[in-house]
């Protein structure tokens, strides 16, 4: 049988098992239809959020931001293409501390931009404050190894 990975749903949180050979073609959510792992940031709510920290199998490196944050604004595009560049082996996602303050006190944030890389189900690393696709492609990688 061929390795297999599970992911959640960002939009649904339905948790999908994936084989890691179909990873790169951009597999889809087996409850919605939605991309799982296609090279795009995905907006969490609280349900995706939760699921997707503590089951997912492929790292994924989440961005607590708020709308009225301005470094956060400016990070975004640069967010977005980093996750095209680590794609797919880490997914990146957002979540937005306005709408889910909860959240954001669970995961200890305690200032925005945030950037937090999880594996396996922990936390591995965090980095603070606005950063180019360069540092952010860099702190993932030495927290990951590759």
């Known amino acids: 049988?061929?390795?297999?990975?599970?992911?959640?749903?960002?939009?649904?949180g339905q948790m999908n098992r994936v084989a890691v050979d179909h990873l790169a073609k951009g597999p889809k959510c087996g409850s919605c239809g939605e991309a799982l792992d296609?090279?795009?940031v995905h907006e969490l709510g609280t349900l995706s959020h939760?699921?997707?920290?503590?089951?997912?199998?492929?790292?994924?490196?989440?961005?607590?931001?708020?709308?009225?944050?301005g470094p956060c604004k400016m990070m975004a595009p640069e967010f977005a293409k980093a996750a095209k560049s680590l794609a797919p082996d880490v997914r990146l996602a957002k979540?937005?501390?306005q709408d889910h303050p909860e959240i954001a006190s669970r995961a200890r944030i305690q200032g925005i931009?945030?950037?937090?890389?999880?594996?396996?189900g922990r936390e591995v690393a965090r980095l603070a404050g606005a950063r180019p696709s360069s540092e952010i492609q860099s702190f993932v990688?030495?927290?990951l190894g590759k």
Not at 5 to 10: N, Q, S
């Open 50 to 69: 939760d699921k997707a920290t503590r089951s997912d199998e492929v790292p994924l490196l989440v961005d607590y931001w708020a709308p009225w944050c």
């Open 141 to 143: 990688r030495s927290h």
């Open 38 to 40: 296609d090279g795009r």
């Open 95 to 97: 979540l937005n501390t």
């Open 1 to 12: 049988m061929a390795d297999v990975v599970k992911l959640c749903c960002a939009v649904c």
């Open 113 to 120: 931009p945030a950037l937090v890389l999880y594996r396996a």
